[in-house]
T-cell receptor
């Protein structure tokens, strides 16, 4: 599992509330990614990071922000959760130029 | 049209059958990945390849760069192979590790 953990693993929240998901790695890899997985859409990139304080947008970044204040942690924040953000969220790291390892996922339900 | 297309979307087999899952892509790539996801589970990388063929146990992955096509074969299928198989590509010229995913193939192997 390349030392990747995600927290929480499950969360139910109400529309309009802020939510922060955490991805933690133990091996100091530089590149980290947040994806969401939805039926009919597969996995889609939300944001990624190529170093501390260096982040960029992915395909579906609207409504999400990220922060990376230290190498091991990559945080994904939903400032005001909406029902369309109900999804399974996966964090990943790049171990080599193209090889990625995925975290266990966080199932988020917005009611 | 998606940049990465998989077929079939659903596949049912009897234990012992030879299984093929196909992936076609429309962009230049640096690498192609095959991933496996068990129900409710995390995502595991099976293969990463940029040419030719790779084999791991009963799994074989091939790629034809000229035709922009890859196949994942499972020999002597077993119920524990039941999972979603996802094809993903690292588009050529993109930054480190950004992946574009197919929608996945749901494989069910009956005993």
């Amino acid at each position: 599992d390349a030392g990747i953990t995600q927290s929480p693993r499950h969360k139910v929240t109400e529309t309009g509330t802020p939510v922060t998901l955490r991805c933690h790695q133990t091996e100091n890899h530089r590149y980290m990614y947040w994806y969401r997985q939805d039926p009919g859409h597969g996995l889609r990139l939300i944001h990624y990071s190529y170093g501390v304080k260096d982040t960029d947008k992915g395909e579906v970044s609207d409504g999400y922000s990220v922060s990376r204040s230290k190498t091991e942690d990559f945080l994904l924040t939903l400032e005001s959760a909406t029902s369309s953000q109900t999804s399974v969220y996966f964090c990943a790291i790049s171990v080599t130029a193209y090889e990625q390892y995925f975290g266990p996922g966080t199932r988020l339900t917005v009611t | 049209k998606n940049e990465v297309e998989q077929s079939p979307q659903n596949l049912t087999a009897q234990e012992g059958e030879f299984i093929t899952i196909n992936c076609s892509y429309s962009v230049g790539i640096s690498a192609l990945h095959w991933l496996q996801q068990h129900p409710g589970g995390g995502i595991v990388s099976l293969f990463m390849l940029s040419s030719g063929k790779k084999k791991h146990g009963r799994l074989i992955a091939t790629i034809n760069i000229q035709e922009k096509h890859s196949s994942l074969h499972i020999t002597a299928s077993h119920p524990r192979d039941s999972a979603v198989y996802i094809c993903a590509v690292s588009p050529g010229g993109t930054s480190y590790g950004k992946l574009t995913f197919g929608q996945g193939t749901i494989l069910t192997v009956h005993p």
